[in-house]
């Protein structure tokens, strides 16, 4: 009986970061020059890839965040971008940004050339394209722990408010012990734990400062960041 050869698995082929996993370590060059992840310990990160510089997508994504730079550094949040250019190129590109559209970049890019970062947070789908980086964005905490990982095709550009939202539930979900329910905003009902046993579930109904849609299912108001 024969059997297939299984292939050796790649760089490219790694297990991708995980929710709850930390974040991998990098060093690397950008346009504000070197950093680490390490520079960003004590504050949120957003790490996000794009495919390459001076393509049209990616300009308008890279436009969005700007719009909402001050949002997410309210926050406590650091922007941080990466795709396999060089500083060069990246310095090109956001140049040919404020030249033509009026818009500078405020936080750093990374030139991620030999690819460790992309690698490392499995950036590369080679079912996609061999060298350039998907659309994948990385929340990180304070903790440098992985929060949310969001991946996005080539064709499809992100939805930043939606990466603010989603900054804005889990740091509110830290602070208060609670969830956060499909399309909540910030000022809205949240979601309170389900009782795990027969006390909390008494507790839980004789309780008139929550709403109950069943005994699993409760909302509060929200609390003021």
């Known amino acids: 009986m024969t ?6 698995p790649s760089d490219t082929d790694r297990a991708l970061p995980l929710i709850g996993d930390p974040a991998p370590y990098f060093e690397a060059d950008t346009t504000h020059g070197p950093v680490r992840l390490t520079d ?4 949120w990160l957003v790490l996000f890839s794009h495919p390459a510089d001076f393509t049209p997508v990616c300009t308008t994504e890279f436009i969005a965040f700007t719009e909402l730079a001050d949002d997410f550094a309210a926050r406590n ?6 795709s396999v250019d060089s500083v060069h ?40 394209s061999g060298t350039a980086a998907v659309r994948a964005v990385f929340v990180i905490d304070p903790e440098q722990t992985v929060r949310a990982v969001l991946y996005y095709p080539m064709n499809a550009g992100r939805m930043i408010p939606e990466i603010l939202r989603l900054v804005d539930a889990l740091q509110t979900s ?4 609670v969830s956060c329910p499909a399309n909540w905003h910030p000022g809205e ?37």
Not at 93 to 108: A, D, Q, Y
Not at 174 to 177: F, L, N
Not at 207 to 220: E, F, H, I, R
């Open 40 to 43: 960003y310990a004590g504050q």
């Open 89 to 128: 190129s990246h310095l090109a590109w956001t140049r040919s940004i404020e030249e033509k559209l009026g818009v500078r970049i405020p936080f750093p890019i990374v030139a991620d050339l030999d690819t460790k970062v992309s690698r490392a947070y499995g950036m590369l789908h080679p079912n996609t």
């Open 174 to 177: 830290d602070r208060d012990g």
């Open 189 to 225: 009902d949240v979601v309170v734990g389900a009782p795990k046993t027969q006390a909390e579930l008494d507790a839980r109904l004789a309780d008139d400062s929550v709403k109950l849609a069943d005994w699993y299912l409760a909302t509060k108001p929200g609390t003021a960041s």
């Open 77 to 82: 949040v650091a922007l941080l971008g990466n």
């Open 3 to 8: 059997t297939t050869e299984q292939p050796t």
